[in-house]
């Protein structure tokens, strides 16, 4: 952030089911980001395809597919070959939910320098529709 124009910020709400975080990015990283970040991205998509498959599933081409498929399974099961198992040891790990900064904490956050989730870019979130009071 050198001495010309404010850096500008786009203020968005997570669209990923169960998410809503609010994230800010810079006016020259924005692409139409949706998601706060690639997990919340990744689980919207697994939610489409997961809508469409079932779509598809219903349809009459789709039944014939299902039907394919399980036949290619059951010819695979002729031939059984026995693998090792999983590794052992592997650890998993979840992410907490982040607060909700929204509401009353709305001047706060107005005020407070945000950061591009992007670029990490650093400067002042500017209120394009100010509220009258």
Do not use: K, W
């Not at 009353?104 to 002042?124: D, E, K, Q, S, T």
């Amino acid at each position: 952030m050198g001495g010309g124009e404010p850096l500008l910020f786009y203020e968005r709400r997570c669209h990923a089911p169960g998410c809503g975080v609010l994230f800010f990015i810079c006016r020259s990283c924005y692409r139409g980001q949706r998601y706060c970040r690639g997990a919340c991205r990744q689980a919207a998509r697994r939610e489409q395809r997961r809508i469409a498959n079932r779509r598809h599933q219903q349809s009459d081409e789709g039944r014939l597919d299902h039907r394919d498929r399980q036949r290619a399974y059951r010819q695979r099961r002729l031939a059984r070959v026995t693998d090792q198992g999983c590794v052992p040891g592997l650890a998993s790990g979840s992410i907490a939910p982040q607060p909700d900064p929204i509401g009353r904490n709305a001047r706060r956050l107005a005020r407070r320098p945000v950061c591009c989730i992007v670029c990490g870019r650093r400067g002042r979130l500017i209120e394009m529709f100010q509220r009258r009071e």
